[in-house]
């Protein structure tokens, strides 16, 4: 469990926002004498507002150290705005930093020393990332408390707050909700407090626009309470949360991107999301093989620019849109398809027959997709696998007669059941472009036996007149990066 523990909490470090701008550590904050050797301070001629600019951008420990430069300084550092990482103020115990024994973290000197910037820093903070403080203890004698309240004197902008040095199941203090001036809010290992009595409405969060909870205990409440409050909100990201929670409803007229990033549920519905342009599902969860063992029930109500979805998994995902559950067989009519998907990943075991079946079914849900993904995982108990002629059979599919131009099939073994859909795809997608097929990495199937049995494809009958057949071995396995799926600003997430 330990271990399990150790890799939730590496992904969660992993998923956090950083600085806005890069710092460096080392250097000197004093003034370089001049090639006659005598020092020439030009620096300090610039004007406050300049300097205040520079300062946040250093180390936490450089701009501190700024300070003692002079009184003009003193005031330089004290009102520039407040931009501290505490990993910045990092002390490590004597002994161990090798394989054997690995450096531990002194926890009560990051805590002072973070108590020590945050009282007497007078200027509006920035940004604030704290991993390395002692959470527990701080709540236990208020000053948690006291820092939130002086973020929200000091009208804090960007927060990250993480409950270290143990993920207990620590209450978070109410008074993180009262912080209005915030934009960006990520909170780490915390129990959401009772919002029961709390203000609620757009006055709480005016300016929030991105929510991240990572392995924080939240129910549907809790979401419902964030949403309700944040009326400009445009990311929500649920990471790392290993116990399913109850359902979650989705009512906003801002969000533009969910994200479940290695995160469990009973059910998701997205109830009313209008803006919606990307859901990202990744189920894998540190610690726990079995995922499969936590179906999710997704529903798709009001979300009409909805251009992103994936991975959906046949196996875990009970598929719903507006009030139709979608099952193999299911009569498509328009008010149970999604049409503004441009972009649809599916997460598929080809070797599980009923998985498999499910496929095609899933694909006439999104009539106008043009890029489609598709993951290919081993099924652990075989199922029975589907032949070519079970593909011929399968009726017309929307979005494969006319709309798809890339296909990206990812983690390619070689197996019969992944050629039969390959082939199934070169006969069916009149507009493909391109089909790409990724070899799986560190498979004990040789890169030459699977390029091989790739050959096949070249004499396969095409519907599309020029597609192109590119094969990609990667050096290894890249995993999905949190940052890239979140960020609107990358037209496909799923391209790696």
């Known amino acids: 469990m330990m271990v399990a523990i150790e890799e939730v909490i590496r992904l969660v470090l992993t998923c956090l926002p950083t600085a806005p701008f890069p710092t460096t550590t080392g250097g000197s904050a004093h003034p370089s004498p001049s090639p006659s050797g005598a020092r020439e301070d030009r620096i300090s001629r610039l004007p406050d507002k300049l300097l205040c600019d520079i300062v946040a951008r250093l180390p936490a420990k ?13 005031r330089v550092w004290a009102s520039a705005p407040l931009v ?18 690995p450096a531990r973290i002194n926890w009560m000197s990051v805590t002072d020393a973070v108590s020590r910037v945050i009282l007497s820093h ?6 604030l990332r704290l991993t390395c403080c002692y959470m527990e203890l701080l709540a236990r004698y208020g000053s948690l408390q006291h820092w939130l309240c002086l973020l929200a004197e000091r009208g804090a902008e960007d927060l990250v707050l993480v409950n270290r040095p143990l993920p207990y199941e620590l209450c978070l203090p109410a008074d993180v909700l009262r912080i209005a001036s915030l934009r960006t809010l990520y909170l780490g290992f915390w129990r959401f ?21 990572c392995s924080t205990t939240v129910d549907a409440g809790d979401i419902d309470y964030l949403l309700g409050c944040s009326p400009v909100l445009e990311k929500l990201s649920i990471i790392a949360s290993l116990y399913p929670a109850a359902h979650f409803r989705i009512r906003s007229r801002s969000l533009q991107c969910l994200v479940f990033w290695h995160a469990l549920a009973i059910g998701l519905d997205v109830v009313v999301a209008p803006r919606l342009q990307r859901l990202i599902l990744w189920k894998g969860c540190p610690g726990m093989p079995d995922t499969a063992a936590f179906p999710t029930r997704l529903r798709i109500g009001y979300a009409t620019q909805l251009e992103v979805l994936g991975y959906l998994e046949p196996g875990i995902h009970q598929l719903m849109i507006g009030g139709t559950i979608i099952e193999s067989g299911t009569k498509m009519i328009p008010s149970n398809m999604v049409p503004s998907v441009k972009i649809l990943a599916l997460k598929v075991r080809f070797g599980n027959r009923k998985e498999a079946r499910m496929l095609p079914t899933f694909l006439r849900c999104f009539p106008n997709v043009e890029t489609l993904h598709v993951l290919s ?26 709309h798809i131009t890339t296909v990206v099939f990812d983690k390619f073994r070689g197996e019969r059941c992944e050629l039969v ?52 071995a990667r050096d290894g396995d890249s995993d999905r990066c949190f940052q890239r799926v979140s960020d609107l600003s ?3 997430p799923f391209e790696w």
């Open 377 to 402: 995982c081993q099924a652990d108990e075989p199922t029975g696998k589907l032949n070519f002629k079970s593909w011929q059979e399968v009726g017309r599919i929307d979005c494969l007669e006319t």
């Open 490 to 492: 990358v037209s496909d």
């Open 193 to 213: 407090p009772d919002t029961a009595g709390l203000p609620r409405g757009p006055a709480v969060f005016p300016r929030l626009r991105e929510i991240g909870l």
């Open 84 to 101: 501290l990482d505490d990993s910045d103020l990092l002390v490590l115990l004597p002994g161990g930093g090798d394989a054997h024994r």
């Open 122 to 127: 007078r200027g509006p903070i920035r940004f």
């Open 421 to 472: 859909f390959l082939k199934f795809i070169l006969e069916r997608v009149q507009s493909l472009l391109k089909l790409v097929v990724v070899l799986a990495y560190g498979h004990q199937a040789s890169v030459d036996e699977m390029l091989t049995k790739l050959k096949s494809l070249t004499t396969a009958k095409r519907a599309s007149e020029y597609p192109t057949l590119l094969a990609v």
């Open 62 to 74: 450089d701009a501190a150290r700024t300070a003692t430069l002079s009184r003009r300084w003193r």
